[in-house]
């Protein structure tokens, strides 16, 4: 069976959102047109449903039941907006939004693409100037046999480590490691030494697979630093 017929109705551009581990966050959708009969809306992101409001009932998919919705009063409005809440790592993705309506005369609908979100999720680490922050990641979840990590700042590399083999990016030389025993139990933090106002930013983490070196995303950290780091003696 072929899906049914694909229009663009939105006058959006692609929209970034960016939102913290365990908040709400809001992917904004709105249609032109204010409807008598609530329409069917579908939130999917990888051809998966991720929620879907009908004329008489709701469905909710895998790993998002009880955190998404779209409120059906709003919805009678022209606003689709998807409301996720205890947002989780995992739910960074790329979500698309789409109205169907039934063609009369016809055992079809038409669906049209109203939206396209992209989510991005961090979690956030604050550390004073002159101490030492950990990073966190976890890719226990990720089967592979020989851990290759790499941390970097959008395209530059801040750490990087193949089993015994490591490189560190230019200004961390001596600052930062992801240890070789704790990266073989599925830990790949990244240790960053002597914090400066300079370091706060956005880390991102990548395990690169075995056989295809693609990188996959595992975590994404948004360092803080304030203060002054003072020794006690």
């Known amino acids: 069976m072929s899906p049914p017929p694909t229009d663009s109705i939105s006058a959006d551009p692609h929209i970034t959102v960016d939102a913290h581990v365990g908040s709400t966050a809001l992917l904004p959708c709105t249609l032109s047109k204010v409807f008598t009969q609530t ?8 051809n ?3 929620f879907e409001r009908s004329f008489d009932d709701t469905h909710e998919g895998e790993g998002y039941e009880g955190r998404v919705d779209v409120s059906e009063d709003t919805l009678r409005k022209g606003n689709c907006s998807l409301v996720l809440k205890d947002v989780r790592f995992t739910d960074h993705a790329f979500y698309n939004s789409f109205l169907f309506e039934h063609v009369e005369g016809t055992n079809t609908d038409k669906r049209q693409e109203i939206n396209r979100v992209q989510l991005d999720v961090f979690q956030s680490v604050s550390a004073q100037v002159g101490s030492t922050a950990v990073l966190p990641c976890d890719w226990r979840h990720l089967s592979i046999q020989t851990p290759h990590v790499e941390w970097s700042i959008g395209d530059e590399i801040v750490f ?3 089993g015994k083999d490591s490189s560190q990016g230019e200004g961390y030389e001596g600052r930062v490691d992801v240890p070789e025993e704790e990266l073989f139990k599925g830990n790949c933090s990244l240790v960053l030494k002597n914090v400066s106002v300079t370091d706060e930013t956005l880390y991102s983490s990548y395990i690169l697979m075995t056989d295809t070196k693609k990188p996959v995303l595992v975590q ?4 803080s630093v304030s203060g002054k780091w003072m020794s006690i003696r």
């Open 160 to 162: 990087e480590r193949l």
């Open 48 to 50: 998966e449903v991720v």
């Open 220 to 223: 994404n950290i948004k360092l």
């Open 39 to 46: 329409p069917v809306i579908r939130w999917c992101t990888d």
